[in-house]
């Protein structure tokens, strides 16, 4: 896979390139604005189906931000769902065939971890100060400075790679596995052809026929036991239509079988990296924002 594409520079300072990246996110933020304000109209106290759901799953959102950053930071849970939703559309949107995933570009989570960085920085300091931020460094020994300054760049890194290799990662193997499958199904139609043709075809079909009637007059149906006669039939019928010519090129593998493997490496790898991202700026902004009895008393 290649970096996202530019499409056109905007001429001003010095060139401002607009790329895949920025149009896929653009896309996304104008989804996820236009989901929000029809859901958020016209709520009724007597609520609709469509309501109920919606305020389930911001109810739900609302405990977990206050079961992890406490109740008292509540009012992190619209940035926590922003990320969380930005961070999953970003990345299913490359399963349109059309936009590349934003998430998919290191710029982007990266941004993303550097906006929780300074979030960090910016509790710490309205909690203990700018020169007590400082100290902060030197604890619990003035020898680990250096180590508390190297684990301060450490985090965003870390966040912004695990999420990136992830998508990206996923992308690879599954343009890998389309490229794989183009092949295999030009090989197997070409051995087909070779063995002879449309008789080889012919015989494919008809063992395939038979194997079923069988299976169904003196076993008990079952879809294990027809798979090797749907193999033959399924063969033997592109072996046939590959011989006439109507199949030329055409990589059928590629029917069905990504569709299994693009459950996990797009949806469920989207869903739980969005997830772990957001955990993890629960975790490090909750830590930098204690309760304001403990923020007293450090």
Known sequence: MNG??????????????????????FVVMVLLCCAGFILGRKLQKRPTRVQVVVEKLVGMLYNMVEETMGKH???????????FLSSACGSLIGMTGILRSATSDLSTTLTWALMTSVL??????????????????????????????????????SMAFRHFGNIMGGGVLMSMLYSALATASAALLGLIASLGGVVAA?????????????????????????????????????????????????????????????????????????????????????????????????
Request: proline fraction near 8%.
């Open 4 to 25: 996202p594409k530019i499409y056109f520079e905007i001429p001003i300072f010095g060139g401002i390139p607009i790329t895949q990246t920025i149009v896929s996110s």
């Open 73 to 83: 930071n509540s009012y992190w849970t619209p940035y926590i769902g922003a990320l």
């Open 120 to 157: 960090v920085w910016a509790c710490n300091i309205r909690t203990s100060g700018f020169f007590g931020w400082l100290k902060g460094f030197a604890e619990p020994v003035a020898v680990m400075l250096p180590m508390n300054i190297v684990s301060e760049i450490a985090q965003p890194i």
């Open 202 to 298: 012919v015989v494919l079909l008809c063992l395939g026929v038979v194997w079923l009637v069988w299976v169904q007059l003196k076993h008990k149906p079952g879809i294990l036991r027809k798979i090797p006669g749907i193999l033959f039939c399924v063969l033997g019928a592109l072996g046939l239509l590959q011989t006439l010519g109507v199949l030329s090129g055409v990589p059928f593998l590629e029917v069905g079988i990504p569709g299994v493997l693009s459950l996990y490496f797009d949806v469920f790898s989207a869903g739980v990296q969005a997830l772990v991202f957001s955990l993890l700026t629960m975790v490090y902004v909750g830590n930098a924002c204690p309760p304001p009895e403990e923020g007293k008393q450090s």
